[in-house]
């Protein structure tokens, strides 16, 4: 497991890593936590002429809260927001899917932005953020922008993001009944299918409800059939049956070794129950 | 029991393991070495047309580039295959040729075709990516059954049909009769599924040939450093042994991928020699996955027929073995002496009928994997037993109960001879099982699965009574059914001048504890400290001829020579101190580390007859000087440790996932040295056997390619997986060996495999489901769930 020769550097702001980017050329990349770079490195299957280490880059490796909204810095690994006691209050079902991400190791060292600028389609981030309404924060030497969640995702490693942008954070609405469910593949324990949902309750009935499904297809998606069949819903049965019966819907099922295309739309739904019990039991 | 043996001491190797202070064969360096890299096969089956070295040759930091027509030239062979098993019409086997890298064609992805040494690995794994082989693709076989049919792919030319031989054990008339007559017959048809075996560490080589000596040295990541020595030397590349030294240093598990001489080592010798400068070798874990000999991988048909009271009254087992797309030292004789022998289980089968093909397929090669044709066996034979239990509408423990052998103990009551060849040492198969029960509280399970079943949920229990042959092999015996090694072991007991004691052992470990269980062992017979006592394994040029570590053999008959050489030193020792006491050796007895006149306390230690061997000043006349004896051990028999586990699981319905939720393990392995290392080895062992059960399994789609041959892909199991082990134990010592042992190394593979589908199965009794085929993966569970109209 050897990889290509390639040149490191260590970029001290993020001025300096966008202008070691720019020097250093089209094979350059990022390196955050290195959890997805590297093992992809070590297999010759990507081979970057340099890596820029960001991981010492200033004012990305804070979490707070501003109202409704928590903000969750670039660099903020894993094992930081699985842990946060303010994103455990304000938005649970994102500290829940932290904290089944890969194994100690991989949470003690990958980050929130690296996760996101990856875009791995078993990656669990991905449909937290995308049923939570996060919005995805990027800039780059030329300025900053901010993307949805939703229409961030593109495709299978393909995102909005441009080659030379950063993700600097990640904003999340609070959301107290929040949850994840995950059907971790049982080799890599990537997610096979994960569920984010978050409630919108009234008491015993669910005004609105949104719906985000990662490693089912090839990048995370809304499902909105399912977010229908639970809004206006007392979440009983009947809403559930539908719900989980949608959560594929429109959707180009992915098919590998751990779950064929109709096994993976079964558990779309499986999932979705049971990220919507617990997020009711949050409410 | 003795001060030692007996106690779970912690085991003295650990403190370097822990502290990641061992020293493996990637941790030793040469001066002026170099490394390798093959070049291998991405195609399961293509023909060579061409190998262009010209571009990494010309890089800078490449030594040279060897290629498989270089082999050729040299007139070199390859590793062979070390047991012969013939047709059952008498034709000798078929044994294609393995060369250490080839020339004309690739037989399984990862085939080395060439060999690039450079000034350093990095270089040398960038210049391999530079050779251009130019292949013709050809059509593969990958199934066992399959590649015996006409118009298949053909492994290798001179082996038409793809069949390595035929064979077959037991009375084939007798068997057919009992189920002609028999009043119920269970089938069963399955995949034994090929497994990786992924050692920690992978297998890696630093040899060196040494002009000035005409001398080689190999550090290597072997199981058995003397058999490595032998096939290399006598066979492979025509060394004279005693310019050849094999060094196995510590070693990150082998579950058997590491007995075998693989040419990839081999390779790096030769290579030594010919551009004069050491050659080092390690593989990565894609190649591991590619390279290191897999397991299993048998496709069974097992019938087992009743009478009408639940008495087994035969069992027959067609099987199609796959050796992959060599033949490995001891392929050929896991799918028949260690597979076909054990099908009788511990039952008074009266019949029975074992029949074997086995075949070459473009596959990574296929040998000895943790118990090794009795893990197959074991799951033929239990799978069958719950499944007819079932079927029958009886409790899996009355069936057992009611064909279990008697209670024997090979010494008032004689062995029990099988219907298939072997000679059970002792056992008391009822017991145990009675034990287990006991500990699982049984009659407590049975109600929580009824209940938790009538709630809808899916909990099942599943058993397997087992037994294995290991402690192998009388040499005789073997070589009688075609092996081409004796399989004893070798021991030396150094005595110091002060009493303290270094083995010599010819076992190797490489995560069985010898240096604690033998240094247990031999400091209770001189009634001496732990600390007193240092082994040493793993040097051809230090150790005995041993034959290794494998089939769970190390303690039965390694063991058995370190006591052959302990009875010297006694003896010996005995004569120095009635020398001493002047009186008779008669005189004398020995305990507590020293040598007493009976009756008397007058006395002389163990240190003080140590010291006089040394210092032979006041000395018997006729006695050599020193305390340091060797000894070999041929076993009188193979010995037979048994068991029974108990696995509850339950099954998610929604999702088809299995969670082991207790699993019961009373193993009976003789008597107990060091309790915590059988525990260790049980614990190991299970976990296994539960990953051939749900997790593991090697995938090739029709092409040849492996399609998870990668850790991100191929699940190993992890302790997440599993519950507390419960383990506890009955002792039925062996009657043929002076320690009274019989291994434990294999057991927990061997029994858990049948223990896990068998309780998936019991889950699952509601659903119609007629078997699972392992991995037993969610999808899988799931779908047949579903398939029957039981949504
Ligand atoms: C064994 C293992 C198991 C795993 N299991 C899971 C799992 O279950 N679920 C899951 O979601 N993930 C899993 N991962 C992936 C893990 O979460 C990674 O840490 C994460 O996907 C990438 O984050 P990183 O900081 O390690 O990024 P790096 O590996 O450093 O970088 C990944 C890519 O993102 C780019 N990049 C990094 N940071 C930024 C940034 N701030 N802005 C722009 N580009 C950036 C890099 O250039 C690179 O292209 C696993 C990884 C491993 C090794």
Redesign the pocket.
């Known amino acids: 497991m050897i990889s290509y020769n390639f040149d490191y550097k260590v970029a001290s702001s993020m001025e300096e890593a966008f202008s070691m980017l720019a020097e250093a050329g089209d094979d350059a990349?990022?390196?955050?936590?290195?959890?997805?770079?590297?093992?992809a490195m070590k297999l010759r299957l990507?081979e970057?002429s340099t890596?820029?280490d960001?991981?010492k880059v200033p004012g990305?490796s804070d979490i707070s809260q501003d109202g409704d909204t928590v903000t969750i810095g670039?660099?903020v690994?894993?094992a930081e927001v699985a842990s946060s006691d303010v994103v455990n209050n304000a938005c649970p079902g994102l500290a829940e899917c932290a904290g089944?991400?890969?194994?100690p190791?991989?949470?003690n060292?990958?980050?929130?932005?690296?996760?996101?600028?990856?875009a791995?389609p078993?990656?669990?981030?991905?449909g937290a953020l995308v049923a939570f309404g996060a919005t995805i924060c990027?800039a780059s030497a030329s300025g900053s922008r901010e993307v949805s969640a939703e229409d961030y995702f593109t495709g299978l490693f393909e995102t909005a993001?441009e080659d030379d942008?950063?993700?600097?954070a990640v904003k999340v609405p609070a959301s107290s009944a929040s949850a994840y469910a995950?059907f971790?593949?049982p080799a890599?324990?990537?997610?096979v299918v994960?569920v984010g949902v978050s409630l919108n309750m009234n008491g015993g009935s669910c005004e609105s409800a949104s719906v985000g499904v990662?490693g089912a297809a090839d990048h995370a998606y809304r499902a909105s059939g399912s977010e229908s069949a639970l809004a206006g819903s007392d979440l009983g049965d009947d809403a559930l049956d539908a719900a989980a019966s949608a959560a594929a819907d429109g959707q180009d099922m992915m098919s590998d070794l751990a779950a064929s295309a109709d096994y993976r739309a079964h558990l779309c739904g499986v999932m979705l129950k049971r990220a919507v019990a617990a997020a009711k039991a949050r409410a | 029991m003795g001060k030692l043996v007996g106690q779970p001491i912690k085991r003295v190797e650990d403190n370097r393991f822990i502290k990641g202070e061992g020293k493996y064969t990637d941790d030793f360096n040469m001066p002026n070495q170099t490394f390798a890299v093959y070049v291998r096969s991405p195609h399961a089956h293509a023909k060579i047309n061409s190998v262009d070295t010209s571009a990494a040759e010309a890089m800078d930091g490449v030594v040279k580039v060897f290629t498989g027509q270089d082999i050729a030239d040299a007139g070199l062979a390859g590793s062979i295959c070390g047991w012969q098993v013939d047709f059952k019409n008498g034709d000798t086997m078929k044994e294609p040729p393995h060369p250490i890298m080839v020339a004309d064609k690739v037989r399984h992805v990862g085939d080395p075709v060439a060999m690039v040494i450079a000034e350093d690995k990095y270089t040398a794994r960038d210049a391999a990516e530079l050779v251009n082989v130019d292949y013709d693709v050809l059509g593969a076989i990958v199934d066992p059954k399959a590649a015996v049919e006409d118009g298949a792919a053909q492994v290798h030319d001179d082996v038409p049909n793809n069949t390595i031989y035929d064979w077959e054990l037991g009375d084939s008339a007798a068997t057919d009769a009992a189920f002609e007559n028999a009043h119920h017959v269970t089938s069963l048809s399955y995949h034994n599924q090929k497994l990786v075996p992924n050692a920690i560490e992978p297998r890696a080589a630093l040899a060196h040939y040494d002009a000035n000596e005409d001398k080689y040295t190999l550090y290597s990541t072997s199981q058995n450093p003397h058999l490595a020595r032998l096939v290399i030397g006598a066979f492979v590349l025509a060394i004279p042994e005693h310019k050849l030294r094999v060094i196995s240093p510590d070693v990150g598990g082998g579950f058997g991928s590491k007995i075998f001489v693989y040419n990839d080592e081999c390779g790096c010798l030769w290579a030594s020699k010919q551009i004069g400068r050491p050659v080092k070798w390690t593989a990565d874990r894609s190649e591991a996955f590619i390279t290191d000999c897999h397991g299993r991988d048998h496709v069974t048909d097992a019938q087992m027929a009743f009478d009408a009271d639940g008495n087994i009254t035969g069992l027959r087992t067609k099987t199609y073995a796959s050796m992959g797309a060599y033949l490995s030292n001891f392929s050929t004789c896991v799918p028949t002496y260690l597979h076909g022998t054990l099908m009788q289980g511990l039952y008074t089968t009266p019949a029975v009928h074992v029949d074997v093909t086995a075949v070459v397929t473009n596959t990574v090669p296929v040998d000895a994997y943790r118990g090794a044709g009795r893990p197959e066996a074991t799951y033929s034979i239990e799978r069958l037993m719950d499944t007819a239990a079932r079927e029958m509408g009886m409790d899996p423990t009355e069936l057992r109960r009611k064909n279990f052998i008697p209670a024997f103990d090979g010494v008032e009551q004689p062995g029990y001879q099988t219907q298939v060849a072997l000679q059970y040492d002792s056992g008391d198969y009822e017991t145990n099982m009675d034990k287990a029960l006991q500990v699982a509280d049984y009659e407590s399970l049975k109600a929580t699965r009824d209940k938790a079943k009538s709630e809808g949920r899916l909990v099942g229990i599943g058993f397997s009574t087992f037994i294995e042959a290991c402690g192998i092999a009388p040499s005789a015996v073997v070589g009688s059914l075609g092996a081409r090694v004796g399989l004893y072991d070798a021991a030396s007991i150094r005595v110091h001048p002060t009493g303290k004691v270094t083995i010599h052992s010819g076992a190797h470990a490489h995560g069985q504890g010898h240096e604690t269980t033998f240094a247990q062992v031999v400091a209770d017979a001189f009634g001496i400290g732990m600390d007193d006592v240092n082994v040493i394994h793993g040097d051809t040029e230090n150790v005995p001829f041993g034959m290794g570590t494998y089939g769970s053999r190390s303690l039965a008959v390694c063991g058995s020579a370190i006591m052959k050489s302990v009875d010297k030193v006694k003896e010996k020792g005995a004569r120095i101190a009635a020398h001493k006491l002047e009186c008779s050796p008669d005189d004398l007895e020995f305990a507590n580390g020293a040598w007493t006149v009976k009756g008397t306390d007058k006395s002389v230690g163990f240190g003080d007859v140590a010291l006089t061997a040394y210092v032979p000043h006041d000395y018997p006349a006729d006695e050599e000087p020193g305390l340091d004896f060797a000894s070999f051990y041929d076993p009188a028999n193979f010995v037979y440790p048994f068991g029974t586990h108990i696995c509850v699981v339950e099954v998610d319905k929604d999702t088809g996932e299995v969670d082991v939720t207790k699993y019961v393990a009373v193993d009976d392995c003789g008597n107990v040295i060091n309790p915590m290392i059988v525990d260790g080895q049980v614990h190991g062992g299970v976990a296994q056997g539960i990953g051939q059960a749900l997790y593991e399994g090697a995938v090739y789609d029709d092409d040849g390619q492996l399609l998870n041959g990668s850790?991100?892909d191929y699940t190993m199991p992890r302790a997440d997986n599993f519950p507390m082990f419960e383990t506890d134990k009955t002792e039925t010592p062996c009657p043929h060996n002076p320690l009274g042992v019989k291994g434990i190394g294999e057991a927990g593979t061997i029994a858990s495999t049948p223990a896990v589908v068998n309780a998936v199965m019991d889950a699952l009794s509601d659903y119609g489901v007629k078997d699972l085929q392992m991995p037993l993966t969610p999808e899988r569970v799931w779908s047949a769930m579903n398939s029957n109209g039981n949504a």
């Not at chain 1, 089944?100 to 194994?103: F, K």
């Not at chain 1, 060292?109 to 990856?118: D, E, F």
């Open positions: 990349s990022f390196i955050a936590g290195g959890h997805s770079v590297v093992p990507s970057p890596l820029i960001i991981s990305m670039g660099l690994t894993h089944v991400i890969g194994d190791q991989v949470r060292k990958g980050t929130m932005g690296g996760n996101v600028a990856h791995d078993g990656s669990d981030y991905p990027l993001k942008e950063m993700v600097t995950k971790p593949n890599s324990r990537y997610a994960g990662t | 850790m991100l």
